[in-house]
C-alpha cells in the first residue's frame, strides 16, 4: 500500500532553520517532490529529489535516502513568508503524485 | 501566477446535481492532472490526460468523469453530487506525460450544500 507520513504542524521563529521530515511506503518509486501551498492556493514545486542525497536551492535544501524510505526539507533562515503548509509527495511508476497530508508551518516573530 | 487557468473559482451547488470544472493548461504543455483536496484527505490524485488520452487514473469515484479535448483544455465532471464531495479542486499540467514539474492552477472551490 501507499503511505506518506508527516508531521501535522511545527512552529520556528523568524531567522531560525526548521527541518520538515517524510517517510514514504509506496509500491514504486520515480522520485520525491517538496510543493509549498499557502492556505486557499496552489501548490507551487519547491524540490524534486530522484537520487540519494542533498539538493540545495537558495535558502532550502531537501535531502533523501531511497533504502531509508526517508526525506527532509531543510528551511534556513526563516521569514515570515515562509508560514505555509509543506506537502511532501513521491512518484511510483507513473507520473501521479501521491501526496502525504503536509505540514502547517507557523513562523513567529 | 502558473500560467494554468481554472473556471469557475467558486461554485455552490445542491446534492445530487452535476458540475463541470474546467481547466486549460500552461501554454505548450500537453498533460493535464485533476487532484481533489479536503481537510480530512489531503491532495488526493484523481485522472491524468496526455494529449487527448487517458494516461493514468487515481482515487477517482465512478460518478466523476473527464476528457481533454484537442485543444488540450480539460473538463471534470462531477454528478449525483454528495456533501463529502465538497472540495478544492485542482489541475495541474506538465510539458509533456514524464515531465516531474507539474504547474498547478489557483483551483475551484465546490461547495455541495
Known amino acids: 500500500g501507499q503511505n506518506i507520513d508527516q508531521p501535522t504542524e511545527m512552529t520556528a521563529t523568524e531567522g531560525a532553520i526548521v527541518q520538515i521530515n517524510c517517510t514514504y511506503q509506496?509500491?514504486?518509486?520515480?522520485?520525491l517532490f517538496w510543493y509549498q501551498q499557502h492556505a486557499g492556493e496552489a501548490p507551487t514545486f519547491l524540490s524534486y529529489?530522484?537520487?540519494?542525497g542533498l539538493e540545495e536551492k537558495g535558502r532550502f535544501s531537501s535531502f533523501l535516502s531511497r533504502s531509508k524510505g526517508y526525506s527532509y526539507l531543510l528551511l534556513k533562515e526563516l521569514q515570515m513568508k515562509d508560514s505555509a503548509s509543506y506537502l511532501c509527495?513521491?512518484?511510483?511508476?507513473?507520473?501521479?503524485?501521491?501526496f502525504g497530508k503536509g505540514t502547517t508551518l507557523s513562523v513567529s516573530s | 501566477d502558473s500560467g494554468v487557468t481554472q473556471t469557475p473559482k467558486h461554485l455552490i451547488t445542491a446534492t445530487g446535481q452535476r458540475v463541470t470544472l474546467r481547466c486549460s493548461p500552461r501554454?505548450?504543455?500537453?498533460?493535464v492532472y485533476w487532484y481533489q483536496q479536503s481537510l480530512d484527505q489531503g491532495l488526493q490524485f484523481l485522472i491524468q490526460?496526455?494529449?487527448?488520452?487517458?494516461?493514468a487514473k487515481g482515487n477517482i469515484l465512478e460518478r466523476f468523469s473527464a476528457q481533454q479535448f484537442p485543444d488540450l483544455h480539460s473538463e471534470l465532471n462531477l454528478s449525483s453530487l454528495e456533501l463529502g464531495d465538497s472540495a478544492l479542486y485542482f489541475c495541474?499540467?506538465?510539458?509533456?506525460?514524464?515531465?516531474?514539474?507539474?504547474?498547478f492552477g489557483p483551483g475551484t472551490r465546490l461547495t455541495v450544500t
Open positions: 495541474a499540467s506538465s510539458v509533456d506525460g514524464d515531465s516531474y514539474e507539474q504547474y
Open positions: 509506496t509500491s514504486g518509486f520515480n522520485g
Open positions: 529529489n530522484v537520487l540519494d
Open positions: 509527495a513521491v512518484r511510483e511508476a507513473g507520473t501521479a503524485l501521491i
Open positions: 501554454s505548450g504543455d500537453l498533460s
Open positions: 490526460y496526455y494529449n487527448g488520452e487517458e494516461r
